[in-house]
């Protein structure tokens, strides 16, 4: 299981508008494109995991993720807020990457946590943040996540 097989060019987004965690949230949920409704409940499902404690981990990177019932298989995207916004993060600087994941509650596959722990070991190459900064298509962060991602 290589981390590229969960993203799709349409779950990517290089300029994320949003100015709020709340806002930002929000659009990254957009990405998923699911009906409004479930978008409704996935971002309050994502608020309450936020305000238990931020899932900024670091370095510019943010990975929000939960279980929730309107996903009926593991669901990823990637959002880039290219000026940085204040997410929290455990280090105090503005995030500028965020990985989205959303997993239903009971998941045969059970590749939740492992694609979590895939994502914090991307974020961690130090050529990574950077390399993330200048890509400029959807597809050169396909490209990127089939040649540094585990």
């Given at each position: 299981?290589k981390?590229?097989?969960?993203f799709?060019?349409?779950a990517?987004?290089?300029?994320?508008?949003?100015?709020?965690?709340?806002?930002?949230?929000?659009?990254?949920?957009r990405?998923?494109?699911?009906?409004?409704?479930?978008?409704?409940i996935?971002?309050?499902?994502l608020?309450?995991?936020?305000?238990?404690?931020?899932?900024?981990?670091?370095?510019g990177?943010?990975?929000?993720?939960?279980?929730?019932?309107?996903?009926?298989?593991?669901?990823?995207?990637?959002?880039?807020?290219?000026?940085g916004?204040?997410?929290?993060?455990?280090d105090?600087?503005?995030?500028?990457?965020?990985?989205?994941i959303?997993?239903?509650?009971?998941?045969?596959?059970?590749?939740?946590?492992?694609?979590?722990?895939?994502?914090?070991?991307?974020g961690k190459?130090?050529?990574?943040?950077?390399?993330?900064?200048?890509?400029?298509?959807?597809?050169?962060f396909?490209?990127?996540?089939?040649?540094?991602?585990p």
């Amino acid at each position: 299981m290589k981390l590229r097989e969960f993203f799709t060019e349409e779950a990517v987004s290089l300029d994320l508008q949003a100015d709020t965690k709340d806002d930002l949230l929000k659009e990254l949920v957009r990405l998923l494109r699911l009906d409004p409704k479930s978008e409704g409940i996935l971002f309050k499902t994502l608020r309450r995991r936020e305000n238990l404690g931020s899932t900024g981990i670091g370095k510019g990177l943010a990975i929000p993720h939960c279980r929730s019932l309107v996903a009926n298989r593991l669901r990823l995207a990637y959002g880039r807020k290219p000026r940085g916004i204040d997410f929290k993060a455990i280090d105090g600087a503005p995030v500028y990457h965020f990985f989205l994941i959303v997993a239903p509650p009971l998941e045969v596959s059970n590749q939740y946590l492992p694609v979590l722990g895939k994502i914090a070991q991307f974020g961690k190459d130090p050529a990574v943040p950077a390399t993330l900064q200048t890509i400029t298509t959807p597809r050169e962060f396909l490209d990127l996540l089939e040649e540094r991602a585990p």
